[in-house]
């Protein structure tokens, strides 16, 4: 089955350090992988969209400069937060679509960030 | 527009009874509509979905309805168990432009025994 690993599930870091989070796909080949985040009592913001062999599309208020986001090949994506601080916290997804068609995103488990 | 509203944003249940969550969508074009049930601390899990060419869905005590006219989906979970107790969040996507999901905001669900 499709399954989504995502590494690390928790990181703690200092206000204006930066968090690099990573996301593997299994048993699929990820064509477009999806950087959600969830803030504290909030749903799930899109932060950007990246599809292999395209241009990463960010969502208003989120900026290549403060999460750069590489999609190297069909299984592997991988985001950063840059000088994170405390209004970064949250949990952060990985969603991942594969070739076979539709649109069912798998979910990995989460990098949850927490700034102190 | 592209907002997905979802209500209640807390569902208190007898367990055994039915609980029903609702959610309204904007964008016409959305055409795929999943379920996501997320446990305290965990990722969130794809329960449930219907497509734009269905009107309902049944898995088990899991049915959701499609009103594409109306643009509005719903989750119902019949015969609820304290196991039930979680957040539950649905979502719109369409096939256009780049499968975007947009959330609703979710409903924690309390099922009491």
């Known amino acids: 089955g499709a399954l989504v690993y995502q590494y690390p599930r928790r990181t703690i870091c200092k206000s204006g350090t930066s968090m690099r989070m990573e996301c593997q796909a299994v048993?699929?080949?990820?064509?477009?992988v999806a950087w959600y985040r969830q803030s504290p009592q909030k749903t799930f913001e899109l932060i950007a969209l990246?599809?292999?062999?395209?241009?990463?599309?960010?969502e208003q208020n989120f900026t290549q400069e403060k999460f750069p986001i590489s999609h190297p090949n069909l299984s592997f994506s991988s985001m950063t937060v840059l000088n994170a601080y405390l209004e970064d916290r949250g949990l952060y997804l990985c969603?991942?679509?594969?070739?076979?068609?539709?649109?069912?995103?798998?979910f990995g488990e989460g990098s949850r960030l927490i700034v102190v | 527009g592209e907002q997905v509203e979802q209500l209640p944003s807390i569902l208190r249940v007898q367990e055994g009874s039915s609980a029903s969550i609702n959610c309204s969508y904007e964008?016409?074009?959305?055409?795929?509509f999943p379920w996501y049930k997320q446990e305290p601390g965990e990722n969130p899990k794809l329960i449930i979905d219907?497509?734009?060419?269905?009107e309902r869905k049944q898995i088990q005590e899991l049915i959701v309805l499609l009103d594409k006219k109306a643009k509005r989906f719903s989750l119902h979970i019949t015969d609820t168990q304290p196991g039930d107790s979680a957040m539950y969040f649905c979502?719109?996507?369409?096939?256009?432009?780049?499968?975007?999901?947009?959330f609703g905001a979710g409903t924690r669900l309390k099922v009491i025994a």
């Open positions: 969603g991942a679509r594969g070739t076979g068609g539709g649109n069912t995103l798998y």
């Open positions: 990246s599809t292999v062999n395209s241009a990463i599309k960010y």
């Open positions: 979502a719109a996507s369409s096939y256009t432009g780049n499968y975007k999901y947009v």
């Open positions: 048993g699929f080949q990820a064509t477009s």
């Open positions: 219907i497509r734009s060419n269905m």
């Open positions: 964008d016409s074009a959305s055409n795929y």
